[in-house]
Every structure is written in C-alpha cells, then in structure tokens.
C-alpha cells in the first residue's frame, strides 16, 4: 500500500536511527529533524538545491525553515501515519550535501513545542481552536497549522476536575539525548518535578507559578 508520499510504508523512529549516514538528525513528534548551523543566509539557502534534489530523488516532501543563524530541515507525516520509508536515504543525501557546503550539523537545536490542551470530559474545545487559530483537524483528537509553522495542539479529557475548567500545558518533544540536560535546566531555573513516572519517555515539570511543561524524547525511540 502506498503511503501519501507515493512510497510502500512506514517506518518507527528506531529503524530510522539504525540506518547509516542519520547521525545529524532526530525525530520528534513531527517527524526527523536535522539543523546545520550557517553564518549567513546565503551560506543556508545553498544548500536548498541539494534538499530539492534529494526530495526528487527519494520521494520526500520536506519542510525547509531558513534562518542567517541556521537550515531546518524536517519531514513531517502530514497525516500522522509515520515515517516514510524513504526517509533514511533522503536525511543521509541531505548530510552528505551539508557537509560538502562546510555546514556543521547541531542536534541541541532539534526540537518541536505543542499544546497539550486538558478539557473535561464532556466538552469538546477544539472547534473553537480550529477556529481561533484557522488549523486544520489532524485525526480524531488533534490540530496543525495548515502550513505546519505553529505548534500541533492535542486535545485529551481529563477526570476528576471540575466542569467549565481547562487546563493547558507545553509539549516539549527533544532528541533522547538531550532531554534529560533539559529537565536539568528547567529545574535549575526554578522548576519543580511533577512527575517522572514515565522518565525517559517524557518528564512533567511545573513553574514556579504551577504552569505546566512536558519534557518528552519517547518520539526519537519508538519502535
């Protein structure tokens, strides 16, 4: 079955990982990621042309943020499905392209932030959402911006609180080997640790204030 890439399948951010030539890249709840630091806009825009090339040849659709500090570069699942299987040979073309141009690969910059919006039970917020925001539904529970530039919002009842009460909080999805240095540094800046029930999947922090943020690296090992 083919998937909307035109590719046979999907593949876990594990099998992505134990192919070659992925070490600058991550996956996070959108899909893999890689950032290469430039010194210029010029300097990341040249290496647009070997992306295109490589989306060409391997049947990816890529998403591509340029930025004088840094190239983004991501595929995402537009549908939620997964990985395109083509993915690896795509992210390994794309290196090999990066580091001929001298642009040097940062996973600390690797990340994607999303809403965590609790409703209770028996209320539904995400028309309003989609209609404040103007995304797009993304599944049964979820919303995207149409062109994938702000934060994915994820909708889930809660029990036991009361009606006419919404309670929101931050996903903060980062590389496995990462995400523990940043819990570490949230705490040190005044966090505290609600629960790590779930650590190394993910970490519940809360502010000073009692504001919530979920530190979560499940989406770079799952297989």
């Known amino acids: 079955m083919s998937d909307g890439d035109g590719q046979v399948g999907t593949i876990t951010p594990a099998a992505f990982h134990a192919a070659p030539g992925v070490a600058d890249w991550r996956v996070t709840s959108t899909g893999p990621q890689a950032v290469w630091r430039s ?6 825009a040249a290496l647009v042309d070997d992306i295109l090339a490589a989306a060409a040849q391997h049947g990816i659709r890529p998403d591509i943020d340029l930025r004088e500090e840094a190239v983004v570069v991501r595929v995402p699942s537009r549908d939620g499905t997964g990985i395109p299987a083509k993915t690896p040979q795509f992210a390994g073309a794309v290196s090999v392209a990066a580091a001929r141009r001298g642009l040097i690969a940062d996973p600390s910059l690797v990340q994607t932030v999303g809403v965590y919006v609790a409703q209770h039970s028996g209320a539904d917020s995400r ?3 989609l209609a404040a ?3 797009d539904p993304l599944g049964e529970t979820d919303a995207v911006d149409p062109l994938r530039a702000g934060p994915p919002l994820a909708f889930n009842p809660i029990t036991g609180d009361a009606p006419g009460r919404g309670r929101t909080h931050f996903d903060v999805f980062l590389p496995a080997d990462r995400a523990q240095a940043r819990v570490d540094a949230a705490l040190a800046a005044g966090g505290r640790l609600a629960d790590d029930t779930y650590a190394p999947q993910w970490w519940s922090l809360a502010s000073p204030d009692n504001h919530g943020v979920d530190i979560a ?6 297989d």
């Open 127 to 129: 028309p309003f959402f």
């Open 217 to 222: 690296s499940w989406t770079d090992t799952f």
């Open 39 to 44: 010194s210029s806009l010029r300097d990341a």
């Open 133 to 135: 925001l103007g995304y």
